[in-house]
């Protein structure tokens, strides 16, 4: 039955993305495993259970999580391959700084705030907090005096390592690792703290149990309180030591203060626990030390996850009445040449509502997804290359006119202006997201990209495909082609061509192999358009084409997926038998 929950509990982690957090929780995860294999052969082990039932419990975990998350992984693994990602990365950034250990102890050291008022380390902005309490601090170090085994060095070496690699190209670890690990799949090195933040409670669930050795050994309870006494203290002198004109140094004095007094009441609290004699004075206290544990969470860091109302993701965008009728309706984009000065300085007086609002006003990140609205870039983290070549072109000169033949193929009807707040400029050019009737050039993709980055280019007369499908397509231009009756959904583009002669359709959609493509019903094959777009070969006459959306490995997924959700139900229902003496069974 635990086998059941785990795998559930794992499944929902899997779910929820982040992959590079779920590969750090299970290379941790896989590596106590494998202590525990070896605390098994050693004699009077803690460990009840066989190799064997180890084996087959972590590795049903993993099968059943597999299972259960297969709708999503599946379709992940197979944009990866289709992504930079699963080579070196642009760029390493945000990584911890230095001094970020002071971060342990006080969660206000060298922070800065943003413009939603929350707060994080200068130089990284990927987590707010690894603050997990300066009382969990001494018991990790308790573990270390008192309950050092093969589990707790590990931890230590664990916690100790992800901190320094986290640091990224500050110090020599992170190149020197990355020369037989490649660590460059995670751009931002802060991501390691991951591993630290799974070590640091587990250690000290192990300075818990150390706690209850005999009154002996207080001295030592005593020594590592001082230590940690020591280094709060050093944090507190550090914050008026390294000046910064980002930092907040009276706040983060308060926030240290309220550190040694949280300290303080913990350390006192958990020497009474050791020294107690009396188990229900021990419980009372203990539940007196996990409210100031919640209360040195809860309040270690103020606005940590800063909230505005349900209302201003629904409110209606007066944006859109500024838009051309085609970019609303879905059949044209819009592109943002970047922020004005005016809103970069709004932004930084703005309160946490107005900055979501202006945010959405400027369809700023993948905020055009609420309103409807399809645009050149967004947030995401894997693309594909080719998309991204063709979208460097434009923002390489962060304008269109040097490619106005690229801007009119993408279908980019407004601008948003680089001078003036709030305003759009139409681009009476564009062309719709669908067209017809383009002279079919057989080129590779280098010469596509320069023949597109072009000024003189015209989308409307030439396509490029690529020179392995010229025995596949037969096609010529026609200025008859016409597109009739476009229409879009998530996971399908239908239209009719009507063309004299033999044609090409052209969508300015990303090509992605399970799109796949038909004509009056019969499979054809869907053509690279363009470098990075989609195009169908159409014959003479007038012509249903369906541009659909189908994901095997998804589809695949769901079913693995109904095998997992039974297996797990099977397993938490399962009833463990009574045990049967002999006489009963004769």
């Known amino acids: 039955r635990w086998i059941g929950g785990a795998a559930l509990m794992g499944g929902t982690q899997m779910l929820s993305g982040a992959p590079e957090i779920i590969l750090l929780s299970w290379l941790m995860l896989s590596a106590i495993a494998l202590l525990d294999l070896l605390e098994t052969r050693k004699e009077g082990s803690e460990i009840t ?3 064997r039932q180890i084996i087959l419990r972590f590795g049903s975990v993993v099968g059943l999580i597999s299972l259960l998350a297969a709708p999503q992984l599946l379709p992940f693994m197979d944009m990866l391959a289709h992504s930079p990602r699963t080579g070196e990365s642009e760029f390493i950034d945000w990584p911890i700084p230095l001094l970020g250990w002071a971060n342990f102890f006080v969660p206000l050291f060298h922070m800065q705030t943003s413009a939603t008022g929350a707060w994080s380390q200068i130089g990284q902005g990927w987590t707010h907090s690894y603050y997990a309490g300066v009382g969990i601090l001494w018991l990790a170090l308790i573990a270390l005096m008192r309950e050092r085994n093969r589990m707790t060095v590990f931890l230590t070496i664990a916690f100790v390592g992800a901190l320094v690699l986290g640091m990224g190209d500050k110090t020599p670890v992170y190149p020197a690792v990355a020369q037989v690990i490649p660590l460059q799949f995670m751009r931002f090195p802060v991501k390691f703290i991951v591993i630290a933040t799974i070590a640091l409670p587990l250690l000290a669930a192990y300075g818990a149990r150390g706690l209850q050795r005999p009154k ?10 001082m230590v940690i006494g020591a280094l709060l203290m050093t944090v507190y002198w550090l914050i008026g030591a390294k000046p910064d004109e ?10 240290a203060e309220a550190r040694i007094l949280l300290f303080a009441l913990v350390a006192g609290a958990l020497l009474c626990v050791a020294n107690a004699s009396l188990a229900k004075l021990r419980t009372l206290i203990s539940i007196g030390v996990l409210i100031v544990l919640w209360f040195d969470l809860k ?3 103020p606005n940590l996850a800063p909230t505005i109302k349900r209302s201003n993701y629904t409110r209606e965008n007066p944006t859109l009445g500024r838009l051309a009728p085609g970019v609303i309706e879905g059949r044209e984009r819009v592109m943002l040449l970047g922020l004005t000065q005016m809103q970069n300085n709004f932004r930084k007086q703005s309160t946490v509502e107005e900055n979501f609002i202006q945010n959405r006003l400027d369809l700023y990140s993948n905020l055009n997804l609420p309103e409807g609205v399809a645009k050149i870039d967004g947030f995401f983290s894997m693309w594909f290359p080719e998309k991204k070549e063709v979208e460097t072109l434009l923002y390489r000169l962060g304008t269109t006119n040097a490619m106005p033949g690229l ?10 202006s680089p001078t003036r707040f709030m305003d759009w400029q139409e681009r009476s050019t564009a062309r719709p997201l669908i067209t017809a009737g383009q002279a079919p050039v057989f080129i590779g993709p280098t010469n596509t990209i320069d023949r597109m980055s072009q000024p003189d280019w015209d989308s409307s007369k030439e396509v490029f495909l690529r020179p392995e499908v010229k025995d596949r397509v037969e096609a010529e231009a026609s200025q008859e082609a016409e597109v009739i009756e476009p229409s879009f959904t998530a996971h399908e583009v239908k239209f009719k061509v009507n063309s004299p002669v033999p044609t090409i359709a052209v969508v300015a959609q990303n090509f992605y192999h399970p799109w796949k493509a038909s004509v009056d019903g019969n499979s054809v094959e869907l053509l690279r358009a363009n470098h990075a ?3 169908v070969a159409v014959p003479e006459g007038e012509h249903e084409v369906v541009i659909r959306y189908v ?5 695949a997924g769901l079913v693995l997926s109904m095998i997992g959700i039974v297996a797990c139900a099977v397993l938490m229902c399962r009833q463990k038998m009574p045990a049967v003496d002999d006489g009963e069974a004769a």
């Open 49 to 51: 259970a066989s190799p």
């Open 216 to 225: 002996q050994e207080a001295q030592n309870l005593a020594i590592s309180a």
């Open 246 to 255: 980002l930092a907040h140094p009276a706040e983060a004095y308060q926030n």
């Open 299 to 301: 309040g270690h860091q």
């Open 407 to 416: 801007a009119d193929f993408l279908a980019i009807r407004n601008l948003s």
């Open 533 to 535: 777009f989609q195009a």
């Open 551 to 555: 994901d095997r490995k998804f589809q």
